[in-house]
């Protein structure tokens, strides 16, 4: 299977599998970017093929599953995304569905989970299932807004036999206490450092060594798409050698850094930030560096906010590392 780790919460599936007694929902909670999400497409796709927990990866059903979390980690969403219109005949996005007719995943529509989304997936899953089962992953399901949550909460109460709800939250507080107790819920913890390797491996992308430490420090991969950006992928490996970089050549950077978007801009700074502290812990930056580029990177931050485009910033930022 693709899912690295997590053990406990795979085995808890296995029995689930293997008994027969599948609740009615889950709720998996944890960190982003360590495999919930995956962790839950593997296990739909094992309800969907009947054979093994986790899909046994070779009949149909497991091959188009396979394809659709294949493209969705890829990021390919549009071409899964199913709309449907309002009464007011506004188009909104539904959610997502794959060649397999009984799996959809839901995630926000901008940055709400809406009612009439809630309100496709009940038509959804009332709809008979192709096969025995049908699944509903619910990405991000903290940001159902609580008009989506009390829809949600009355299919929970009333569950369709043979619905399997799953929905994904980075914190439990983010779900109403009436739909967490209606889920067996699952807890998930940081990747190790290990376990971040071998999904890096797997997926062999290259990342510079320094962001690769932030990875690790974070025991998630949530940061990676950010790391695989060009412009920023190119300043981390500059980084490495921060004490060797000429002044000109702090000058270029601090000239890229100005011409990234604001959005880019901020996400590094927040790698930025991360990696710092990461030296830190481990003596390659004396604290005091560290707390002066700490404060620059604040200012810098609130500056990006009034609009400053961060050149003279980030070349006082590299100067201090060089210090
Ligand atoms: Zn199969």
Not at 9 to 30: N, V, W
Not at 56 to 75: A, N, S
Not at 235 to 244: D, H, I, P, S
Not at 284 to 306: C, F, H, M, N, Q
């Amino acid at each position: 299977m693709f899912t690295v780790g997590h053990e406990r919460q795979k085995r808890f599936l296995q029995k689930a599998f293997l008994s027969g007694r599948i609740p009615s929902a889950f709720a998996f909670i944890g960190k982003e970017g360590i495999g919930k999400k995956l962790l839950a497409l593997e296990f739909a796709k094992g309800l969907l093929c009947g054979k093994e927990p986790f899909g046994c990866g070779e009949c149909k059903t497991c091959k188009q599953v396979d394809k659709f979390i294949k493209d969705l980690r890829g990021g390919e969403i549009e071409t899964y995304a199913y709309y449907t219109s309002d009464e007011g005949g506004k188009k909104h996005l539904s959610y997502l569905i794959g060649e397999h007719p009984d799996l959809a995943v839901v995630i926000p529509d901008g940055n709400q989970i809406k009612i009439d989304q809630i309100r496709d997936i009940q038509d959804f899953v009332f709809l008979k299932p192709l096969g025995s089962s049908k699944v509903v992953v619910i990405d991000d399901a903290g940001k159902m807004n609580p008009q989506a949550q009390n829809a949600l909460l009355k299919t929970l109460e009333e569950p369709p036999e043979g619905v399997l709800f799953i929905l994904i939250s980075t914190l439990k507080g983010e779900l109403l206490p009436t739909i967490l107790s209606r889920c067996q819920v699952l807890e998930f913890k940081a990747l190790r450092g290990s376990q971040v390797e071998e999904i890096l491996l797997r997926l062999k992308v290259t990342v510079p060594k320094a962001l690769k430490e932030v990875l690790l420090a974070e025991g998630s991969l949530s940061a990676l798409k950010l790391a695989q950006e060009e412009e920023i992928s190119q300043l981390f490996t500059k980084l490495e050698n921060v004490k060797n970089l000429t002044f000109a050549e702090i000058i270029d950077l601090a000239e890229n850094f100005e011409g990234m978007e604001t959005e880019v801009k901020e996400t590094f700074l927040e790698l930025l930030e991360k990696f710092l502290a990461k030296k830190t812990i481990k003596g390659e930056i004396p604290l005091e560096t560290y707390e002066r580029v700490e404060r620059l990177i604040a200012e810098t931050k609130r500056g990006l906010k009034r609009g400053v485009k961060g050149k003279l910033a980030m070349e006082n930022i590299l100067l201090t590392f060089k210090e």
